[in-house]
Nanobody, 118 residues
């Protein structure tokens, strides 16, 4: 599975932006796709996840502000980010958990920078 993120950039506080994660390869084997983020000096943290069946999970810090969604026809997962705060500044990574011969594997994109600043 190959993942490629796009979107992000510089956004003003209170603004919005949308990230995309395009998947290629064995996309039929994906169990869940997630967005993680890593701010300077901090550990990578889970932001949102969408499961194969469509259920979603969010970190408390983004509930009500971020929405994860999926376009199966395009093999793309999105993260709509609203009401952005400076503390949302981080590199955002797309992650997919996929199965192969009854084993689960993690796949990662290269990340995309989101900077929230006036």
């Amino acid at each position: 599975v190959h993942l490629a993120e796009s979107g992000g950039g510089l956004v003003q506080p209170g603004g919005s932006t949308k990230l995309s994660c395009a998947a290629a390869g064995r996309t039929f084997s994906i169990l869940a796709t997630s967005w993680y983020r890593q701010a300077p000096g901090k550990e990578r943290e889970l932001v949102a996840r969408i499961h194969r069946g469509g259920s979603t999970d969010y970190d408390d810090s983004v509930k009500g502000r971020f929405t994860i969604s999926r376009d199966d026809a395009e093999n793309t997962v999105y993260l709509q980010m609203n009401s952005l705060k400076p503390e949302d500044t981080a590199v955002y990574y797309c992650n997919a958990i996929a199965t192969l011969q009854n084993h689960e594997y993690d796949y990662w994109g290269r990340g995309t920078q989101v900077t929230v600043s006036a």
